[in-house]
């Protein structure tokens, strides 16, 4: 999946709604957030969650996140060993 923009209050329902249709199918996850100039912590929270329903052996695999998206994720989630950032 390909996001764009900010993921803020406004673009929360849909940003959970996305990301629970991924953790449903099989596989790994993969989020294009080179695009994404800003996630707030309901944002990261919804990124965190979905990782954790991930089954074992899969991973969320987050291309280019925004700072402030690595940041909440080390604060409130550290150690989430389903996610994996990549700059490629």
Known sequence: MHAAGEI???TR???ERALEGMVDG???VYLDMSAVTFVDVAGASAVAVAAQHLGSGRRMVLKGPPPALLRAL???W???AAIEVTTK
């Open 8 to 10: 803020t209050l406004t």
């Open 13 to 15: 329902t849909e940003w």
């Open 26 to 28: 099989g596989g790994d």
């Open 74 to 76: 080390e604060i409130f």
């Open 78 to 80: 550290p150690g989430l």
